[in-house]
């Protein structure tokens, strides 16, 4: 079991610039989750997606969007990049028959510059 | 309002001790609770949960913790603590209709030799 993949694992990028981060949850899993973590925060909600829809959302601009493609994998795309941007990006897997645990990546490193 | 409060942003301890993680919360529905750790620069690794039942919980790595409803708690024990355990641990609460974890700030642990 490959468990979740997600990547790439670090990148940097100009602010202003457009960025998509991959993630590929737990084989069984059909739940993705994104989450940001800034240096030194607890991981904070952004969106998650069920059945290629985004089924939640946390308290993040439009410039934060998403897609989850049939096979359950799922993107994440953040436009016009600001400073603020940089942080710890994780994705989390999870099956959604009931509410069970997450299963996390280990996050792609975005540093925008 | 939903939210976690890790009381301690930073603990040391020495090899061998026992230890105790602080975790209150505050949540409107019957709240689904998790403990994970977090090593420097990884993801995310789920120590254990508790959805029901019995409420003290078994989880990996010698880890337990014990749910109190009437005290909003959900405090991480272990007997005796290895220096392997160094790292960042996070409560998180879910459950309901809300699909998000919300997350406390973390606890640091660093374990002196």
């Known amino acids: 079991d490959a468990g979740v993949t997600q990547s790439p694992t670090h990148l940097i990028k100009t602010r202003g610039q457009q960025v998509t981060l991959r993630c590929s949850p737990k084989s069984g899993h059909d739940t993705v989750s994104w989450y940001q973590q800034a240096l030194g925060q607890g991981p904070q909600f952004i969106f998650q997606?069920?059945?290629?829809?985004?089924?939640q959302r946390g308290n993040f601009p439009d410039r934060f969007s998403g897609h989850q493609f049939p096979n359950y994998s799922s993107e994440l795309n953040v436009n016009a990049l600001l400073l603020g941007d940089s942080a710890l990006y994780l994705c989390?897997?999870?099956?959604?028959?009931?509410?069970?645990?997450?299963?996390f990546g280990q996050g792609t490193r975005l540093t925008v510059v | 309002a939903q939210s976690v409060t890790q009381p301690d942003i930073h603990i040391t301890v020495s090899e061998g001790a026992s230890l105790e993680l602080r975790c209150n919360y505050s949540?409107?529905?019957?709240?689904?609770l998790f403990w994970y750790v977090q090593s420097p620069g990884q993801g995310l690794q789920l120590l254990l949960k508790?959805?029901?039942?019995d409420t003290l919980v078994q989880g990996i790595k010698g880890f337990e913790a014990e749910f109190k409803r009437s005290q909003s708690s959900f405090n991480l024990r272990k007997p005796s603590v290895h220096w392997s355990d160094a790292a960042e641990y996070f409560c998180?609460?879910?459950?309901?209709?809300?699909?998000?974890?919300?997350w406390g700030l973390g606890t640091s642990l660093a374990v002196n030799p």
């Open positions: 508790y959805f029901s039942g």
């Open positions: 998180a609460v879910g459950g309901g209709n809300n699909r998000k974890l919300i």
């Open positions: 989390a897997s999870s099956w959604t028959g009931g509410f069970t645990e997450a299963f």
């Open positions: 997606y069920y059945e290629e829809e985004e089924r």
């Open positions: 949540y409107g529905a019957t709240p689904y």
